[in-house]
């Protein structure tokens, strides 16, 4: 395994594992913000829609993406029967993120709209592999 495999395998987990943490912050904006709330309270995309479903499927959303990431990180590392699946993972994984980003918008989050956008061009136009 070279250094570019680790690396971008690591990059994949850390990437996912980002997901769950914002889950799991309260937005700092927002008094007395209870966790989850950096998504879930309002969704432009979806407007009139209440919490009561806008939080399961941002929840959802976010445990879908978390593990898709982390298994693909887990792929590019070398962990069998992951290995050779690792690309629709991360694709799959990007997908996921990009409605979960797209449905719950935060400016603050343009950066994982950016790496999502990125893992795509890398995986499906550029057809990009790190593994040997």
Do not use: C, Y
């Not at 993972?89 to 990007?94: D, K, N, Q, R, S």
């Not at 719950?104 to 709209?113: E, S």
Request: hydrophobic share 60%.
């Amino acid at each position: 395994m070279d250094f570019v495999q680790t690396i971008f395998g690591i990059f994949l987990i850390a990437h996912g594992l980002v997901h769950a943490i914002l889950a799991a912050a309260p937005r700092p904006d927002i008094p007395d913000a209870k966790p989850l709330t950096f998504w879930t309270r309002q969704s432009k995309l979806l407007p009139g829609v209440g919490e009561s479903i806008t939080r399961p499927v941002a929840m959802v959303l976010w445990v879908v993406s978390t593990l898709l990431f982390v298994a693909a990180g887990l792929g590019v590392l070398g962990v069998p029967g992951l290995r050779d699946i690792w690309s629709g993972l991360t694709a799959a994984g990007a997908i996921t993120s990009l409605l979960l980003l797209l449905l719950f918008w935060h400016r603050w989050l343009i950066v994982g709209l950016l790496i999502d956008l990125g893992l795509l061009l890398l995986i499906v136009v550029f057809n990009w592999t790190p593994v040997n």
